[in-house]
């Protein structure tokens, strides 16, 4: 196979833009509806009970609007591949998406951009808007998110002054900069940010995978594959957990020491990996089902 | 140059295994009578637009489904001017349209259709989009999701044809067309063709067709019954017309006026191919009709 046939940006550009205008059009109300409408009935839906209940005019709360951000983002991310690419088991739609003069790489690059950036990125630039201007016009809902997501990242880098709160008279120094140690990873962005394709990869592999009842059979995989890790990991964590649970009584010291080891070191590293793992065999899939799918 | 080589595709999960041993008396069917297509073997030659006739089941649809790389072959090979036809690589791509029996309605008007997806043909051309829609009597700015079955076929023939492409295959392209649409149709395709172009079409509707396709394959279950232009089914074989009934006659029928009779063309007088007395008289002569062309 030549090269071209592979992977061609002339191409690609055009067949990414082309998947662009074909996932707004059978998506675009569909995500402006998540995006701008959820915040909005949020809204007017709380200073309506509010009013009713209270009489007051009281707009949501920083805590109910992350809540109903995360419903959103979950609707989003579940609904969006079948919408976008959940067409393609189906003979119609299916033989001209095989059929496209464009190479199986640059087909499945595209579903993968769409479904792990940008539609994300769109929808929470949209909602996140919508909620900036929403407490820009209404100070009875306090900080917008941004800035409540700003300030608890601004937190949570700040592990110095959080670790020496720890700091008392039953608490060493030494465990004290554990403590800072285990919370410095824990916050470390890039812990979460691979689990974003770790949320959108497998709806869209199961959009394109199963010819019906897509989203069902997705949460249902998910639910399987949660069910067998946590088999295969409970001997390697039950000496652990049971240690635990037998100093449970014991002083902050030895508890605080127990966590003096290498997964709580390397946390991180190991979630990266382990992520990392989870997210190459799902995009393995998603290419192996482009490849192979036949109509 | 199509080169088709024994080839052979099956349905159903025991295909082309002859490991799994099955019961014939309790009615398994064998892994060898699961093969709708068996020891195929022809060549498609350029500037031919081939009529592939058969019953319903013998494989008219899996064939085309083969050539244009929607399907892989079980045995043998497809060769289509080096390419194989599931690699499907954008090169072979950008040279071949499949036009399916079902066609998909997209969220766009067909105009942006066209716009969007004509760009990956190189040869495709917005102008002939607009003229073939307008010879189809359908209009380019109407929104796909609102046509009706026949005006969508229409669309995706005009866009068929606007691509350009050397390879065409089509899937009962005259299924949903009205009656001066077919006419239409038939202009259409001797009209905005390539010369050098090999096109393929199935259909069940004979007359529909008659006028423009030669040769003509008429496909059996696993095998090929006739491949031969008209010329040499004219040589071959005689279409009487009268109604003096002869009792060497192959295949008869009384049609209103009198009848027409198929026999072997003796005199090696010309006569008027009728489509569907020739379906009807390979078919009820099989191994003599292959016996008769494959000289």
């Not at chain 1, 869209?204 to 946590?230: Q, R, W």
């Not at chain 1, 390397?266 to 997210?279: E, K």
């Not at chain 2, 063709?193 to 394959?217: A, F, G, K």
Request: hydrophobic letters at 45%; proline letters at 3%; charged letters at 20%.
């Amino acid at each position: 196979m030549k090269t071209n046939d592979i992977f061609n940006f002339r191409r690609f550009g055009k067949y990414f833009t082309s998947d662009l205008r074909t996932c707004w059009a059978n998506y675009g109300l569909s995500l402006l509806t998540i995006a701008i409408l959820f915040p909005v009935v949020t809204y007017f839906l709380t200073n309506a009970f509010n009013l009713v209940l209270n009489s007051t005019w009281d707009g949501p709360d920083i805590g109910l609007r992350s809540f109903i951000f995360i419903v959103a983002t979950i609707c989003l991310v579940v609904t969006m591949p079948v919408k976008c690419y959940g067409k393609i088991t189906e003979k119609q739609y299916g033989s001209f998406f095989l059929t496209l003069p464009a190479s199986r790489l640059e087909k499945f690059v595209s579903m993968f951009l769409m479904t792990s950036i940008i539609a994300p990125a769109l929808g929470f630039a949209l909602y996140l808007g919508t909620d900036a201007i929403i407490c820009a016009l209404d100070h009875t809902c306090g900080r917008n998110l941004v800035a409540g997501a700003m300030e608890l990242i601004r937190n949570m880098g700040d592990m110095k002054e959080l670790t020496m709160n720890f700091v008392d008279e039953s608490i060493t120094i030494e465990n004290a900069a554990l403590v800072h140690e285990i919370l410095g990873q824990i916050s470390n962005p890039w812990m979460y940010i691979d689990e974003i394709f770790g949320i959108t990869l497998p709806f869209l592999l199961g959009a394109i995978y199963f010819k019906n009842g897509k989203t069902v059979k997705t949460i249902l995989a998910i639910f399987a594959f949660s069910m067998a890790t946590s088999i295969i990991m409970t001997p390697f964590m039950e000496t652990w957990a049971a240690e635990i649970v037998r100093n449970a009584n014991a002083d902050p010291n030895t508890i605080l020491q127990m966590f003096n080891n290498g997964i709580f070191k390397h946390l991180v590293l190991i979630d990266t990996i382990s992520d990392t793992v989870v997210n190459l065999a799902l995009m393995a899939g998603i290419w192996l089902r482009i490849k192979t799918l036949k109509h | 140059m199509i080169t088709i080589k024994d080839l052979g595709f099956t349905y159903g999960e025991t295909g082309g295994l002859k490991t799994i041993t099955l019961n014939k008396e309790k009615g398994h069917m064998l892994p060898e009578d699961r093969y709708v297509l068996k020891n195929i073997n022809m060549n498609l030659e350029e500037g031919r637009i081939y009529g592939l006739l058969g019953e319903n089941g013998v494989g008219k649809t899996t064939l085309l489904t083969l050539l244009c790389g929607l399907k892989k072959p079980q045995t043998g090979s497809i060769d289509i001017d080096g390419h194989n036809p599931y690699d499907r690589e954008p090169s072979f791509l950008a040279d071949q349209y499949y036009l399916s029996d079902e066609v998909a309605p997209m969220n766009i008007k067909a105009i942006d259709y066209a716009r969007n997806y004509g760009k990956f043909w190189e040869g495709f051309s917005l102008e002939k989009f607009i003229e073939i829609m307008k010879e189809l009597e359908t209009d380019p700015e109407q929104k796909m999701t609102r046509m009706s079955f026949g005006q969508l076929k229409k669309t995706y023939i005009s866009f068929a044809l606007a691509c350009n492409t050397k390879y065409l295959f089509m899937d009962e392209p005259t299924n949903g067309l009205d009656i001066p649409s077919k006419a239409q149709f038939r202009k259409a395709v001797t009209k905005h063709t390539r010369e050098d172009s090999v096109i393929v079409i199935s259909t069940h509707q004979v007359r529909d067709l008659e006028n423009i396709i030669d040769p003509i394959i008429i496909l059996d279950r696993q095998d090929v019954l006739l491949n031969a232009t008209m010329a040499e089914i004219a040589e071959r074989l005689y279409f009487d017309y009268t109604s003096d009934k002869t009792d060497d006659a192959l295949y008869s029928e009384m049609i209103p006026g009198g009848s027409i009779q198929v026999t072997l063309n003796q005199t090696g007088e010309d006569s008027k191919i009728n489509l569907e007395a020739l379906f009807n008289a390979v078919h009820q002569n099989k191994e003599l009709i292959k016996g008769i062309f494959n000289k």
